[in-house]
């Protein structure tokens, strides 16, 4: 908690930037599936899910398509 009585909150989201460095990282496929992806439909996850500390950081980053993500949630990557 911040002094004036406000919570700092953590950023949860990854920029724009960093979108871009984890798709280019991944070759345009799903980490999970290899679905070719671009700019448009894929869907940067946390690999240390946000919910459990996990940092939004491009080396704590997945590049995956909406269906791996849906299906991964907030595990582990792998589980």
């Not at 009585?5 to 999970?32: D, V």
């Not at 448009?40 to 909406?66: I, M, R, Y």
Request: hydrophobic share 30%; glycine share 6%; charged share 30%.
């Amino acid at each position: 908690m911040r002094a004036e009585g406000t919570f700092e909150l953590a950023r949860r989201c990854f920029t724009k930037t960093q979108k871009l460095l984890i798709l280019r990282r991944a070759n345009y496929k799903c980490q999970y599936c290899g679905t070719t992806l671009s700019q448009e439909n894929f869907e940067a996850d946390h690999k240390l899910p946000f919910s459990q500390g996990g940092a939004t950081e491009v080396w704590n980053a997945l590049a995956l398509c909406a269906d791996c993500n849906r299906r991964k949630s907030n595990k582990l990557e792998g589980e």
